[in-house]
């Protein structure tokens, strides 16, 4: 049960120390945004991609074309799907954590990965579009069935009015029969179609572009703000339904609502990005030894960390094996695993509670 | 038992492994009129190509599939590319097996890309004109691919993974030659070489896209 330990109506010193951390956790990110965007093959460097953000508002700034083409055709699409899509993972694995009172659950687990997947081998492997996206054939599919997954789980539990764990297990049925249909797209596919599929599994940027951005981000500051809306309900439901309802919380109410918008959140990051999985388990984690398990610390020091990490992994995958490419999917779980075993490792007692 | 590999990785192989296909199925006839026509168009080709210096050669990147961040490995391919009076830019690279970062291959400048998509599910189906316009629209608005070429079009191509290996890889370089080289080759027209080809030793017809654009 979790019992806040400051007064909410001011800033004592534990919020004080929580807020200093969530302000180190932003300065970080801005510093790592503009080391990875100066970090690339081309020799553009910090000073030029500063030069070309200058050059928006006084057009004397502008470096030459090719140039200005690369930083805001390649580098800060990249870097700015790095951070919203790792934000995104890390809020929505905050939000389903607390939801559903369990400390190993991820978006993931609850069948979204796996119906994204289905969607994107659906589009790739058969050329089928759910969605009308047109160019966007991939991401629309992805993201329709992904949604769908979510709301299957929801749907059987609410169904059967069931307790939370059969949502989560719901979730875990649901995605092993997503993965059964992606495994018999696979069995039929080409070599081509395949190889595509295959790659987007293990979870890529490559593909970032402004229109990606300019979609994941909205929704992600929208779904945030209504998360931190319901952060003190879910702080309370964290000592069980009864009491929470007894409080005037509405329980199923929140709960459809958190799980929603963790849904779209992720179906919107994974359908442009491919499966990255862990950074929704583990920043929510992380987070949580940083700044306890009150929601509302608790949903912007995740969400930076999920920035944090994703673009940390994605960089060193951009940059270590020059001009080979490693798929952020991979970087991410070898960065953060040994990391956060590292942390698992040093604490004394058990930080969920 | 004795056991014959034929294993043509290059263009030049094709005719010695249509000759010996010739002579164990017992129709030599048949694989010398096969051999003479492929022989025939990469002569032409040879013999066109011969003077070039290299700064005239078309610096290409081929990709693998329609995976425009994955080079080639496949050494038929390659080949096809420097058949067709062209310089591989991929060539130089240690590894070809794993995906390259959008911005070695806009450093890299290319002067054509070149994709070879696999479209084949089952039998001898082509791909149909819309499903290449369709795959080539994709290709074209990946990141990276506009900065290289923002206002030329057509040098992205898009080839048909079978003419890019084995018997019909000569038809693929006259396709790319003529791409590449268009003064040189003007008199030329590989689809109807193509169709040709496959009236007079298949019996069938030419159908689909087999290149886009």
């Known amino acids: ?353 | 038992m004795p056991v014959l590999v034929s294993e043509p990785r290059e263009l030049a192989d094709i005719p010695k492994s249509i000759r010996e296909m010739g002579s164990l199925l017992d129709c030599p006839g048949r694989a010398e009129a096969l051999t003479a026509y492929v022989d025939r168009f990469l002569n032409l080709l040879d013999r066109r190509l011969k003077g070039l210096q290299q700064d005239e050669r078309p610096r290409v990147f081929m990709g693998r599939g329609h995976q425009i961040y994955y080079p080639s490995f496949s050494k038929g391919q390659r080949c096809v590319v420097e058949w067709a009076g062209g310089r591989n830019i991929a060539n130089q690279l240690h590894s070809r097996i794993h995906p390259l970062t959008p911005e070695w291959l806009v450093e890299q400048k290319p002067d054509f890309l070149v994709l070879t998509p696999n479209r084949r599910m089952w039998g001898f189906r082509v791909p149909s004109k819309k499903e290449m316009q369709y795959c080539w629209d994709e290709v074209f608005h990946r990141p990276g691919v506009s900065i290289l070429h923002p206002s030329q079009q057509d040098r992205v191509q898009l080839m048909d993974a079978r003419l890019g290996w084995g018997l019909r890889s000569f038809i693929g370089a006259l396709y790319l030659a003529k791409k590449f080289h268009p003064n040189l080759f003007s008199d030329i027209d590989p689809a109807e070489v193509h169709r040709d080809f496959l009236q007079r030793f298949f019996k069938l017809e030419l159908q689909g896209a087999y290149v886009y654009p």
Request: proline content about 5%; charged content about 10%.
């Open chain 1, 1 to 353: 049960m979790i019992v806040p330990e400051e007064n909410h109506n001011s800033l004592g010193a534990p919020a004080a120390a929580k807020l200093l951390t969530l302000l180190g956790l932003g300065l970080a990110l801005v510093l790592l945004a503009l080391i990875a965007s100066s970090m690339g093959m081309a020799d553009v460097g910090p000073k030029t991609v500063a030069m070309c953000l200058a050059g928006l508002a006084w057009p004397d700034c502008m470096p030459p074309a090719d140039i200005a083409r690369l930083v805001f055709d390649l580098r800060l699409p990249r870097v700015w799907l790095a951070v919203a899509a790792g934000m995104g993972l890390a809020m929505s694995g905050v939000a389903v954590q607390g939801v559903l009172m369990n400390p190993l659950v991820s978006p993931f687990i609850l069948g979204v990965a796996p119906g994204a997947a289905f969607g994107a081998a659906l589009a790739m492997v058969l050329g089928i579009d759910l969605a009308g996206f047109g160019h966007y054939l991939v991401v629309g599919n992805a993201f329709v069935t992904a949604t769908l997954a979510m709301l299957l789980a929801y749907g059987i539990a609410h169904v059967k009015r069931s307790s939370r764990e059969t949502i989560i297990l719901a979730g875990i049925a649901i995605g092993y029969i997503f993965s059964a249909l992606v495994s018999v797209l696979k069995y039929i596919s080409n070599e081509d179609a395949l190889h595509n599929l295959v790659f987007w599994l293990m979870g890529s940027l490559w593909g970032a572009s402004i229109g990606s951005v300019a979609f994941i981000l909205p929704l992600l500051l929208v779904c945030l703000t209504a998360l931190l809306y319901l952060s003190w309900d879910l702080n309370i439901m964290s000592a069980g339904d009864e009491v929470a309802t007894s409080l005037g919380v509405r329980v199923k109410a929140v709960r459809l609502a958190v799980l929603l918008l963790s849904t779209l959140t992720t179906a919107a990051v994974i359908s442009f990005t491919g499966t990255i999985g862990f950074v929704g388990l583990v920043a929510p984690h992380m987070a949580r030894m940083m700044v306890g398990a009150d929601h509302r610390w608790l949903f912007p020091a995740a969400t930076l960390l999920g920035g944090l990490l994703l673009l940390g992994a994605d960089t060193l995958g951009r940059v270590a094996l020059w001009p080979v490419e490693v798929p952020v999917g991979i970087t991410t779980a070898l960065l953060g695993g040994p990391f956060f075993v590292r942390l698992l490792w040093r604490r004394n007692r058990d930080w969920w509670q």
